[in-house]
């Protein structure tokens, strides 16, 4: 079964960096869509990136933030540069079958992935 385990998150000031990580297990990251959502307290879940590693497709809300694949770790990235607090959330991974998606990521949302991580809490101080 397909199984995300997504790690990184932590407290950082304004203007600083982390690196999530979502390492996949039961799948091939070239089968799937992999995407980056986060929640903040009393807010909607907001999708923040996509990779699809079968064509390098990558989509993302935030040009701070960059989405990236290992395949041969079967791991997802998010690189998140220049952090504020209104980043501060639970940033979950998710994965879908890529065909689902119809093989395009213009844009998914969080409604088409159908597992996730338990996620990794980010705090920015200002």
């Known amino acids: 079964d397909v199984q995300l385990q997504a790690s990184g998150g932590g407290m950082v000031q304004a203007g600083g960096s982390l690196r999530l990580s979502c390492v996949g297990s039961g799948f091939n990251l070239n089968d799937y869509a992999i995407g980056w959502f986060r929640q903040a307290p009393g807010k909607e879940r907001e999708g923040v990136a996509c990779i699809s590693s079968s064509d390098g497709s990558t989509y993302s809300v935030e040009g701070r933030f960059t989405i990236s694949s290992d395949n041969a770790k079967n791991t997802v990235y998010l690189q998140m540069n220049s952090l504020k607090p209104e980043d501060t959330a639970v940033y979950y991974c998710?994965?879908?079958?890529?065909?689902?998606?119809?093989?395009?990521?213009?844009?998914?949302?969080?409604?088409?992935?159908?597992?996730w991580g338990q996620g990794t809490l980010v705090t920015v101080s200002s």
């Open positions: 998710a994965a879908v079958p890529y065909y689902r998606l119809g093989y395009r990521l213009i844009p998914p949302t969080g409604a088409d992935f159908r597992s």
